[in-house]
């Protein structure tokens, strides 16, 4: 079954760190690029960062850039995002998402996960 | 503030059509980006509608198509169904913020 499993979400306190999994299964995971995107409660969805396949490129949002790094795992199958120094305005729902890169830069994300919440406390 | 402007909700009664726009600038839409769609029923995560302007992935009934012109684009969902209730994005890669970006969503309320 193609799927994506996000864990490691939860209670922080601001400066905090805390470390997201995504677990990818039913296709060769090597062979795409991946990204984190995330939505606060009640808001829209915000681009954060992506990995290429071989995990050498990379490349964050301004918002989160110096605070959030990017690394996958290709022999779990495994997508991370460490997160440190977190605010309140971090607070959200974290998905991770496979992304088509057929064309150039005009990449859409087609297939996410469930998504983990992450609260970060003032 | 979205780069991409979405209108908050739109609606429509069973069956009817309703049209959701994605206002953008020069360095997103106006400059070439395809546009995507995404639907996210409540309570799970999105899922992509439209694809590069107007492509349907397989299992998206074809009652969903994508326009674009200029620095905007639309999403037309015909003979509108109660399960069409849902929020909408559109998303788009910006030259100017090197990001992808998406619109602020819209919420369809199907009456």
């Known amino acids: 079954q193609v799927q994506l499993v996000e864990s490691g979400g939860g209670l922080v306190k601001s400066g905090g760190s805390l470390r997201l999994s995504c677990a990818a299964s039913g296709f060769t995971f090597s062979d795409y690029y991946m990204s984190w995107i995330r939505q606060a409660p009640g808001k829209g969805l915000e681009w954060l960062s992506y990995v290429s396949g071989s995990g050498s490129h990379t490349n964050y949002a301004d918002s989160v850039k110096g605070r959030f790094s990017i690394s996958r795992d290709n022999a779990k199958n495994s997508l991370y995002l460490q997160m440190n120094s977190l605010r309140a305005e971090d607070t959200a729902v974290y998905y991770c998402?496979?992304?088509?890169?057929?064309?150039?830069?005009?990449?859409?994300?087609?297939?996410w996960g469930r998504g983990t919440l992450v609260t970060v406390s003032s | 503030q979205s780069v991409l402007t979405q209108p908050p909700s739109v609606s429509g009664a069973p069956g009817q059509t309703v049209t959701i726009s994605c206002t953008g600038s020069d360095s997103n839409i106006g400059a070439g980006f395809d546009v995507h769609w995404y639907q996210q029923l409540p309570g799970t995560a999105p899922k992509v509608l439209i694809y590069?302007?107007?492509n349907r992935p397989s299992g998206v009934p074809d009652r969903f198509s994508g326009s674009k012109s200029g620095t905007s684009a639309s999403l037309a969902i015909t003979g509108l169904q109660a399960e069409d209730e849902a929020d909408y994005y559109c998303q788009c890669y910006d030259n100017s913020l090197s990001a992808w970006v998406f619109g602020g969503g819209t919420k369809l309320a199907v009456l």
């Open positions: 590069r302007d107007n």
């Open positions: 998402a496979r992304a088509d890169v057929v064309l150039g830069l005009n990449w859409y994300f087609d297939l």
